[in-house]
């Protein structure tokens, strides 16, 4: 004798979306009933009775078998966990450029993170939705468009972003889960073109001794700046080669991996952010394809391209390459579902950085590559999606 549980489409007499039904087969025959506890226990004594056996041993036998639709795999991670421990990570950079930059990075950052959850709600609530704004995500959201703003910008530029991320980029689209573009990225586009001054001219110098492009001939412009107008300073007298050699020299990138050096409030320490990483990788909640591809590629980018004065070393700690590659394309809505595409979103990132770095009008790419391979991330998830299990390949007739 066994007991099958069977979940089939439709409303049970109290509601429940499912209905569910036992199917009892002895012999010949089968016999369908409801789904009381004391049958199924009458039929573990039945059972044991029939076989002589104690009921604790023919429980196996009558163990229900459930057919339900898919996933048949649950997760115990739920989004606000998950958007919780991503903050926690950010919180080593936040430390970095508080100690680098002053308090005001600080006032930045809560700013930023207050208004995203308080559009975040209101926006919900004018849409007829429950309000979430403790479930995370907006909180992220603010702490990653705050890390991309210079230190130096007025305190209602966060807020602007922040409606701009969590209105029109999340929640006009739907919410949480929706949104095709990351909203802290596709804000910082916004107040860029809005606001260029602001965003490309209002740096602070480090705490310390340290100038803001790293070299101590050279002021006022961050390490990508500088680069990208290094060949305007040889009329003031310069020699261009001696400031590239310091611009490449160990000193330097000593500078930029621990983040005494000029840049956006949150990206200017590699190892702040990458000690926040690790952290996402080991409890898995960053896949590791994303960005490993990001930053492999433009290191080989970095090595074969022409007209790179650069070492592959100056460009993965410049700029917004680390906190990009872990913290921005590895967003679980915007970035591909499969292993194979994320190796190609990955890829896609780093080439598009480069190219822009290399040979566009805009000194830092990071921004504008992830926004680009969100955009053709179902593409991607088209192409790589794997094959249905007994499906078989297609092939042309032969002629």
Known sequence: MRVLRLR????????????????RTRGNGAQVSTDPKVKAEAEVKAEAKETGLPPSSTSTLTSPLVVAASPHVRSQASVSRIMWVVAIALLPA????????????????????????LFDALTQRAFGRKPTPFDG???????????????GVPLWMPVVGAAFATVVVKQFFGGLGHNFINPALAARAFLMVSWPTHMTTMWLKPFGTAPLSGIDAVSGATPLAFVRRAAELVPQGMDLNELLRQANSLAELKRLFLGNIGGCLGETS???LLIGALFLIIIRVVDWRIPVAYIGTVIVLALVLPNNPMTYS??????????????????????????????????????ITMLIRLYGGYP???????????????????LTRPRLFGAVKKTKAAK
């Not at 926004?371 to 998830?381: E, G, K």
Request: aromatic letters at 8%; a positive charge; charged letters at 10%.
């Open 8 to 23: 089939l489409p439709g409303k049970d007499p109290v509601g429940a979306p499912v209905q569910v039904r036992q199917v």
């Open 94 to 117: 936040l430390g970095g450029s508080v100690y680098f930059f002053g308090l005001k990075s600080l006032l930045l950052v809560a700013i930023s993170v207050a208004s995203s959850m």
């Open 137 to 151: 995500s907006a909180a992220v959201t603010g702490l990653l468009l705050a890390y991309n703003l210079p230190p």
């Open 270 to 272: 590699a190892l702040l």
């Open 314 to 351: 100056f460009h993965v700690l410049s700029g917004g390459i680390i906190l990009g590659a872990f913290f921005m394309a590895t967003d679980y809505v915007t970035s591909p579902v499969t292993g194979k595409g994320r190796i190609i979103f990955g890829i896609g990132c780093g080439l």
């Open 364 to 382: 830092e790419g990071c921004s504008y590559s992830i926004l680009l391979m969100n955009v053709a991330t179902p593409l991607i998830d088209r």
